[in-house]
């Protein structure tokens, strides 16, 4: 639609509000891009950096004519000890500075009132990442509705609401390995007290606080938008809608928005590997040959536990890829793949990566044939998508509980087996828990094997593939939802200007 079309017809106006994680900031701009096809006018809340860094995913929609513009303020790095030009928790040099980024973030609230103060008419709807708490109040202050997004599905949103209602991992003590079942779910689940997110371990400090505070912003909120669709997790998004009521929406797979090439390759950071020359090698690979191993953006995992599955890879004896990257580690690691020359008795069926990877690229080629998963959600997502079954090896957070989805409800995924999470994102002082390369390597063959279990898992792995274009088709659940959340911002702007 043209945008003075859409600006005749009353153009409703989003102010969208990322939080600088890769994992939160590019589904937010992919959504920002969704509902800007949908006609909104949308403004993203930026910083230089990330502008540079995530507004080039959205290139070609702009100059396509969709109507998406960047307000850009700077981040005060010095006065809250952070590095030049460091705005994304991927970039911090220790994880512990994460809480000292979350400040800095806040300085962006007086910069953004002043920004709506002078706007006529104000924005329709506010849509800002759930771990920011004052867009809480500058909605309110502005009595603008407030959509939260916390780049998370309804299977976790449900085991997060059941364990604090319930507080049932205190029933195994201290226990970290015994486990528990989560109750009222729509499956038997069970994890232990080492699998829980940060917010469940007390040993964390000032997150009880935090916590406190978030639910009270989320119960705040207008509505929420997930990253999922509603035939992956049916259950679990009508268990959600009886918690939060009706304004829940499951928009995506939101990354299935970017359909071309070029849009691909540049997601979050400049791919480390020329696109020709790894659709070149993947072109050489057989179909459904190919494990792609990448971690995700934040995790910053072991040298030495990267180590036991750069030598599972390499005893799969068959092709992989392998995205080097550990954060302030990756220096380690390299050393490591340079002094055992691994990547010289690799080369003949292995594509290291050392840096960022084209991973939205890389995953609908066909020649993949598995993909070894931190499981965060967008990864996790982007996988069901490709219709490649998943080995999963979580680190922390939520990441346990989509580890679950894959491997017990939806079955198109195998477990590693690692029983603990590592304790803040994978930092020194506690990191985490060494699986053999054994284990990897069973997973791998598991995932990987011809017979009828692995062909069922990649029946099944397809089908959702399937399920999940279809969501997003007009007429699909997800295109439904999206039309259904303007259609409820709309209605609210219409009983306001009624009173
Ligand atoms: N990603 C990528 N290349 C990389 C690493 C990550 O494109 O080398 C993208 C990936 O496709 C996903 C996001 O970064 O969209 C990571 O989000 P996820 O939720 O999977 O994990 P997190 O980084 O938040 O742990």
Redesign the pocket.
Known sequence: MALEETQEQNQLHFLVIPMG????Y??TVDMAKLLAQHGVQVTIVTTPVNALRFGSILDQAIQSGLPICFLEFPLPYKEFGLPEGCESI?DLPDMKMTGALMQAYTSLQTQVEQYIEQLNPRPNCILADTFLLWPGETAKKFQIPRIMFD?MNCFTQMCNHVLHLSKVYESVGDSELESFVLPGLPDRIELTRSQLPFAFNPKIKGMSDYNEKLRVSESEAYGVVVNSFEELEQGYVDEYKKVKGDNVWCIGPL?LCQKDESEKVQ???K??VNKNECLKWLDSQETGSVIYA??????RVEPAHLIELALALESSKRPFIW?V?AGHKTEKIEKWIEEQEFEKRTKDRALL?H??????LV?SHPAIGGFL??????????GVCAGVPLITWP?F?E?FYNEKLVVQVLRTGVSVGAQKTSVLWGDDDKPGELVKSEAFVKAIEMVMEEGKEGEERRKRAKELSKMANKAIEEGGSSHRNMTRLIEAIKNQERNTKLI
């Open positions: 994680s890769p994992g939160h590019i589904p991927d780049g990354s997601r979050g950071n791919s480390s990448c971690l995700g953006s934040v995790s995205v990257r990566i840096g960022w990877a084209p991973q939205l995953l998963t931190h499981c965060g959600w967008n990864s996790t997502l982007e680190q957070q990441q």
